[in-house]
Nanobody, 122 residues
Framework: QVQLVESGGGLVQAGGSLRLSCAAS????????MGWFRQAPGKEREFVAA????????NYADSVKGRFTISRDNAKKTGYLQMNSLKPEDTAVYYC???????????????WGQGTQVTVSS
């Protein structure tokens, strides 16, 4: 399996921005759709955004549409999540993932990174 390592998390004030990165260990990453998920304390892990292997198709959870942008650079084997206009309710551990499966309007995944903490202060 492709190993995934997230980075870029941190503490930011409400209204601020962060850019998360997801570095893959192998070039086979380029053959996979990838996604970002998040898990807040005491809550289930939830889908945030997904991007096709080519980068041409994207999908977002309603809660982040217009604020977050998913992208990827296959030459660098890296995916990104640009997060703008952050809100305290965006506080969570953010995970990147591959081996996505569409489940209705959301996604599940089989291959996960270790996660990176994002904390938004009010």
């Amino acid at each position: 399996q492709v190993q995934l390592v997230e980075s870029g998390g941190g503490l930011v004030q409400a209204g601020g921005s962060l850019r998360l990165s997801c570095a893959a260990s192998e070039r086979t990453f380029n053959n996979y759709d990838m996604g970002w998920f998040r898990q807040a304390p005491g809550k289930e892990r939830e889908f945030v955004a997904a991007i096709s292997w080519s980068g041409y198709q994207t999908n977002y959870a309603d809660s982040v549409k217009g604020r977050f942008t998913i992208s990827r650079d296959n030459a660098k084997k890296t995916g990104y999540l640009q997060m703008n206009s952050l809100k305290p309710e965006d506080t969570a551990v953010y995970y990147c993932a591959t081996d996505l499966r569409r489940v209705g309007v959301t996604y599940s995944a089989e291959n996960w990174g270790q996660g990176t903490q994002v904390t938004v202060s009010s």
